[in-house]
């Protein structure tokens, strides 16, 4: 242990003598390091960032969705449907269930006129369901039923054109059509990106199906279930066969996943965006590396002096191969560290992340494995760039000093 201290305590020595040439060397260590720590944490961030948009459109891991179809093509009586997958749910003990309709067109008076706009009909559980995350206000509750005017949730887009009224003055929309009348805009969904332009607006299902006596041609409700995706693969098969029992002769239904989990090679692009670029990123590395042996072959020319007077006073083969050896393992070690921790001071704020992902909800903090990876990156890269400067140290003989 004491060799290994003083070998360890000559190599720092060295680097602090040449600290000059050592920096220099460790700038492009510091960096390939850093962009491979940054690679492996964005790739966590962009993992998430997918995860949310997944579950904006398919749901949460895991959402069974049902559907329901008579197979000569004529409307369903959804009005029974909820009835019997009310009892199946209650059966079941499902604690997230609901119902969607999109698709659909709605008239709303605007300031310059009567506008068409995308409508959707939704339950109180769409948004934990869809991690839907709202810029202002809230989503509907089961006591909005009750409401005189019922209330809706808009996007961002159709909250400009009513002139970003701010809700608590609580403003309205007044809808024309069949489910026509005024309601109350209780929430504003943000902007899913840039450009993001949609006019639309999120009704209760409920409250819209009390103005009108049914759904407008073509539209019909899609049922969800939020489960654990551990229970998943099991209630399917048993949740389709409790809401086939007992149906009219012809008439389908449809249980399947609609979550990214489900899909087939879900995790195969995050797994290729990180193998493409951590392997752009252990390529520069690798140049590094290089450029360091090289830098360190030439220094060991101008230290066979020093080397050979060392000998002479007594250091062994192995002292001398140790502190070489680590002064490139600590000067790489030190050097990736330094990239490592500006790497987690950029990342670690919200503001960067939310810059490169954006409408990134939960933004996860600074992965560890990014610090690791990078860590042992520069440790590996010290070791080798340190070996063979080493091996080349252990040939210097006494009499090389005088010569030199």
């Given at each position: 242990m004491s060799g290994f201290l003083g070998a360890?305590?000559?190599?720092?020595?060295?680097?602090?003598?040449?600290?000059?040439?050592?920096?220099?060397?460790?700038?492009?260590?510091?960096?390939?390091?850093?962009?491979?720590?940054?690679?492996?944490?964005?790739?966590?961030?962009?993992?998430?960032?997918?995860?949310?948009?997944?579950?904006?459109?398919?749901?949460?891991?895991?959402?069974i969705v049902v559907n329901v179809a008579n197979d000569d093509g004529t409307p369903v009586d959804f009005d029974d449907f909820d009835e019997r997958f009310a009892r199946v749910s209650e059966r079941f003990g499902f604690s997230h269930t609901g119902r969607i309709v999109g698709g659909m067109v709605q008239g709303v008076q605007l300031p310059d006129g009567v506008t068409e706009v995308?409508?959707?009909?939704?339950?109180?559980?769409?948004?934990?369901?869809h991690r839907e995350v709202l810029l202002e206000g809230r989503w509907f509750v089961d006591s909005d039923l009750e409401a005189l005017a019922?209330?809706?949730?808009?996007?961002?887009?159709?909250?400009?054109?009513?002139?970003?009224?701010?809700?608590?003055?609580?403003?309205?929309?007044?809808?024309?059509?069949?489910?026509?009348?005024?309601?109350?805009?209780?929430?504003?969904?943000?902007?899913?990106?840039?450009?993001?332009?949609?006019?639309?607006?999120?009704?209760?299902?409920d409250a819209y199906r009390s103005r009108v006596d049914a759904l407008p041609e073509g539209a019909w409700p899609q049922y969800e279930v939020w489960v654990g995706a551990e229970q998943a693969n099991?209630?399917?098969?048993?949740?389709?066969?409790?809401?086939?029992a007992g149906l009219p002769e012809g008439q389908t239904v449809s249980v399947s996943r609609s979550d990214w989990a489900a899909q087939p090679g879900a995790l195969d692009v995050q797994a290729t965006f990180e193998m493409i670029t951590g392997g752009i990123a252990a390529l520069i590395l690798a140049l590094g590396a290089?450029?360091?042996?090289?830098?360190?072959?030439?220094?060991?020319?101008?230290?066979?002096?020093?080397?050979?007077?060392?000998?002479?006073?007594g250091a062994t083969s192995g002292r001398v191969f140790f502190s070489v050896?680590?002064?490139?393992?600590?000067?790489?070690?030190?050097?990736?560290?330094?990239?490592?921790?500006?790497?987690?001071?950029?990342?670690?704020?919200?503001?960067?992340?939310?810059?490169?992902?954006?409408?990134?909800?939960?933004?996860?903090?600074?992965?560890?494995?990014?610090?690791?990876?990078?860590?042992?990156?520069?440790?590996?890269?010290g070791a080798v760039s340190g070996f063979i400067p080493a091996l080349v140290a252990l040939r210097v003989k006494v009499i090389d000093a005088i010569r030199f």
């Open positions: 360890l305590s000559d190599a720092w020595a060295e680097i602090r003598v040449h600290k000059l040439r050592v920096l220099l060397s460790l700038i492009g260590i510091a960096v390939s390091v850093g962009a491979l720590t940054a690679v492996v944490a964005i790739s966590e961030y962009q993992r998430q960032f997918q995860t949310e948009q997944s579950d904006r459109f398919g749901g949460r891991a895991a959402t995308g409508a959707r009909l939704v339950d109180p559980m769409y948004p934990q369901i019922p209330p809706v949730v808009i996007t961002e887009a159709l909250w400009d054109r009513i002139g970003r009224l701010p809700l608590a003055q609580h403003p309205t929309l007044s809808l024309t059509g069949g489910a026509g009348g005024t309601y109350q805009v209780v929430g504003v969904v943000p902007r899913q990106g840039f450009g993001d332009e949609e006019l639309r607006v999120d009704l209760l299902y099991e209630i399917g098969p048993v949740l389709a066969m409790d809401l086939r290089l450029s360091l042996i090289n830098i360190q072959l030439v220094a060991m020319r101008q230290r066979v002096r020093e080397i050979g007077v060392r000998r002479a006073f050896f680590l002064e490139s393992l600590v000067a790489t070690t030190v050097a990736g560290v330094v990239g490592i921790a500006i790497v987690v001071a950029i990342l670690r704020s919200d503001w960067v992340v939310t810059s490169l992902f954006y409408g990134i909800q939960d933004v996860p903090p600074f992965p560890m494995r990014a610090a690791l990876v990078g860590l042992v990156a520069s440790v590996i890269v």
